[in-house]
């Protein structure tokens, strides 16, 4: 039964990763270039770098930001920004942002 779990899991994973369109990502990305860089490294220290990021962590984060369960600093501009993405927009961000490399190379 545990080997089975383990299946389900890795297969759930891989379905998850495989759903994400990072060229979707990139393109949808453009509205992000001014705050956080254009490859994701923020020029101004006050906006995270989003390069090389875990997906799963951005997509919670952008989740988060829409439902806005997420406070303090920029969270009202984040909140404008991600209420008009869909679920597969935020995917496809995600796995754009984390297929970065977060050294800027």
């Not at 039964?1 to 297969?11: G, N, S």
């Not at 923020?42 to 829409?66: C, F, H, R, T």
């Not at 909140?79 to 961000?93: E, R, T």
């Amino acid at each position: 039964m545990k080997k089975l779990f383990t299946l389900a899991a890795v297969l759930a994973v891989s379905a998850y990763a495989s759903a994400a369109d990072i060229e979707a990502g990139k393109a949808k990305a453009a509205t992000c270039v001014a705050c956080h860089g254009a490859n994701g490294i923020s020029m101004v220290p006050m906006y995270p770098n989003l390069a090389g990021q875990k997906e799963q962590y951005l997509v919670s984060s952008l989740k988060a930001y829409k439902a806005q369960q997420r406070t303090g600093g920029n969270a009202p501009i984040m909140y404008g920004m991600v209420a008009p993405l869909s679920d597969d927009d935020i995917a496809n961000l995600a796995a754009y942002f984390a297929s970065l490399d977060p050294a800027g190379k």
